[in-house]
């Protein structure tokens, strides 16, 4: 497949630098799509997605310039009321992506009166999982995810 550890801490990065960590949007490369990427070395990163209280998207890694990994996840708000900090603690659980597992964020994480959840099976070449944020014990977002390796014929 590739080098699991240097395709991870690559992955970790992307994912901190990009959306998790405020990262800027550029053209779309389809309409209406919200698009960031990131690259290093011969590494290329882009998250692609669509909506914001529903929402859509997929992430994508090229190695030397082919797509050997990817994921697509779907979200949606449960409460019509967003909490003010409900995006500082997904993009700060989504900044605590953990080595073994880098899809989303931790398996738990509090800020305020907001609790983080993730839960995954499978590893880097093929997983599936879903995350939650609840406040007082009432869940009031959840996403789903899945993923794992991109293999062509081509190689």
């Given at each position: 497949m590739f080098d699991k550890k240097e395709?991870?801490?690559?992955l970790m990065e992307a994912k901190k630098k990009t959306y998790a960590g405020h990262g800027k949007e550029t053209r779309p490369s389809r309409l209406q799509?919200?698009?960031?990427?990131?690259?290093?070395?011969?590494?290329q990163y882009l998250d692609s997605y669509f909506g914001d209280i529903d929402f859509i998207g997929q992430?994508?890694?090229w190695i030397n310039g082919r797509a050997a990994w990817g994921m697509n996840y779907y979200g949606e708000m449960m409460v019509a009321n967003i909490?003010?900090?409900?995006?500082?603690?997904?993009?700060?659980a989504l900044r605590e992506v953990?080595?073994?597992?880098?899809?989303?964020?931790?398996?738990?994480?509090?800020?305020?009166?907001?609790?983080?959840?993730?839960?995954?099976?499978g590893d880097l070449e093929s997983f599936t999982g879903t995350e939650t944020i609840s406040e007082?014990?009432?869940?009031?977002?959840?996403?789903?995810?899945?993923?794992?390796?991109?293999?062509?014929?081509?190689?």
């Open positions: 395709f991870t801490d690559f799509s919200k698009d960031l990427p990131y690259t290093r070395d011969n590494y992430e994508v890694v909490p003010e900090a409900f995006s500082d603690c997904l993009k700060g953990p080595f073994n597992a880098p899809y989303r964020g931790p398996k738990t994480f509090t800020h305020g009166k907001l609790e983080y959840r993730c839960e995954w099976l007082g014990g009432k869940e009031i977002y959840k996403l789903s995810f899945h993923g794992g390796k991109i293999k062509s014929f081509e190689g």
